[in-house]
C-alpha cells in the first residue's frame, strides 16, 4: 500500500495513483456570524456513528462547537436551498462525483489553497472542495450462505445471473452503476471514460430483471443481506467492516477482487449560516491523528500519509489495492461537466 502513495497530479491519481495529505489549520477567508453549532450532512447508519465518535464528539469537546447531522447528503437539496436563498447546512460530504457537480453549479466556498500542506496531499485541492477519504464499492454478500465459488467476486460475475443467480441490490446513482456495467463488458478501466451510455445500459438491461431493490441510502444494501432480502449486493466495504464486529448483526464479507474506488470530498456550502465554524470542521477532519482515529475503525484509504502510517493491520486488510488494474478511480471531472444529464437518463432508465 505504501508504494502506491507517491508524488502525483490529480490526473494521474484520477488514473490509478495515490498519494496523501494532511493540511494545515483552516480559516475563514470572510466574516462568518459567530455561533456555536455546525451543520453537516451524513450517510446515515454505522457510518455516521463512526464520525460521531471519531470526529464530531472530539471536535466539540475540543472547540466547543455543536455538531448537528442531517442525513443524507443529495445534491437536489443543496440546490433548493441555493435557489431559494435559505440555506441550512454549512458542511456537504459526498463522493467526489457529487462535490464536483456541486463545484460547477458554484455551490461551495473557496478554499484558500495556502491553507494546505501541498506536499502532502492526496489531490491537490480544487478551490472550493478537499478530498479526505477514498473509499472501495463492490460487491456484498451473506458468507454463511454463499461460501467459496456461490457467490460473485468480480463486477463481470456480479452480472453473470446463470453462474450467480439471485436478487440484487444496487445503488440508484448512475455514478455508482454505470463504470460497473462497462468493466462487467470488458471494458479495460483506462478506457472507461467518456462513458459509453449507451452500451452501459444495453448491458444493465440484462441483469435489471434481478434488481429487487435500487438503494437510496447507504445503509440500505446491508440492512437487504442481513435480513435476506437480498442474496447479492453493491455495497462499500466500510458498510460491511462493522457487520464482522460485535453488535454488528449477521455477519457479512466483501470483495476486494475488483472495486470501484470514490474520493469522499467535503464542501462548505456557499452562505453557510455557520461558515466559520465549517472552516474548523474540515479542517479537524483533515488532521492525521483524526483521520487515522476514522481510517483504523472504517478500513478506508485516508487521505493523510501521516495517518496512513498510524493504521493498524486489521484496517489495512479493508483497504483495496490501489494499484491493482482492475480497480477503476471514479473521475470526478467527468462526472462535473455530465453528472445532471446522464444522471437523468439513467434514472429514466430505471423508471421504463
Request: charged share 20%; glycine share 6%; aromatic share 10%.
Amino acid at each position: 500500500m505504501k508504494d502506491t502513495f507517491t508524488a502525483l497530479s490529480r490526473r494521474n491519481f484520477l488514473v490509478g495513483g495515490a498519494s496523501l495529505s494532511m493540511p494545515a489549520i483552516m480559516r475563514s477567508t470572510r466574516a462568518a456570524a459567530k455561533s456555536d453549532s455546525v451543520t453537516f450532512t451524513a450517510y446515515g447508519g454505522s457510518y455516521q456513528d463512526l464520525l460521531i465518535r471519531n470526529v464530531f464528539n472530539p471536535f466539540t469537546k475540543e472547540t466547543g462547537i455543536k455538531v448537528n447531522v442531517v442525513p443524507a447528503p443529495e445534491l437536489a437539496k443543496i440546490k433548493a436551498q441555493q435557489l431559494t436563498g435559505a440555506v441550512e447546512w454549512d458542511i456537504f460530504l459526498d463522493a467526489g462525483a457529487g462535490v464536483a457537480n456541486g463545484s460547477k453549479q458554484g455551490f461551495w466556498e473557496p478554499l484558500d489553497p495556502s491553507l494546505f500542506n501541498a506536499e502532502d496531499l492526496a489531490v491537490v485541492p480544487y478551490s472550493d472542495r478537499v478530498t479526505y477519504n477514498f473509499y472501495p464499492a463492490g460487491v456484498g454478500w451473506d458468507p454463511a450462505k454463499y461460501g467459496p465459488g456461490k457467490h460473485p467476486a468480480t463486477f463481470a460475475d456480479f452480472f453473470d445471473l446463470k453462474k450467480f443467480p439471485g436478487r440484487r441490490c444496487w445503488n440508484n446513482r448512475a455514478n455508482n452503476v454505470l463504470e460497473v456495467a462497462l468493466l462487467a463488458d470488458g471494458v479495460a478501466p483506462k478506457d472507461v471514460y467518456p462513458l459509453d451510455v449507451d452500451r452501459a445500459l444495453k448491458v444493465l438491461n440484462g441483469i435489471k430483471s434481478s434488481i429487487v431493490a435500487w438503494a437510496t441510502a447507504s445503509p440500505q444494501p446491508i440492512t437487504l443481506l442481513q435480513t435476506g432480502e437480498v442474496d447479492f449486493a453493491y455495497t462499500n466495504s466500510s458498510r460491511v467492516k462493522p457487520t464482522t464486529e460485535p453488535g454488528g448483526g449477521t455477519p457479512l464479507t466483501f470483495s476486494f477482487e475488483q472495486n470501484l474506488i470514490f474520493p469522499s470530498d467535503l464542501a462548505v456550502l456557499k452562505n453557510a449560516p455557520n461558515k466559520e465554524n465549517a472552516m474548523k470542521l474540515v479542517s479537524y477532519f483533515l488532521r492525521s491523528e483524526v483521520q487515522a482515529r476514522v481510517e483504523n475503525e472504517a478500513g478506508t484509504v485516508p487521505a493523510s500519509k501521516k495517518a496512513a502510517t498510524l493504521l493498524s493491520a486489521e484496517a489495512r486488510k479493508w483497504q483495496p489495492d490501489m494499484s491493482s488494474p482492475n480497480n477503476l478511480i471514479s473521475n470526478s471531472e467527468y462526472w462535473a461537466e455530465n453528472y445532471e444529464a446522464v444522471n437523468t437518463r439513467f434514472r429514466e432508465w430505471i423508471r421504463a
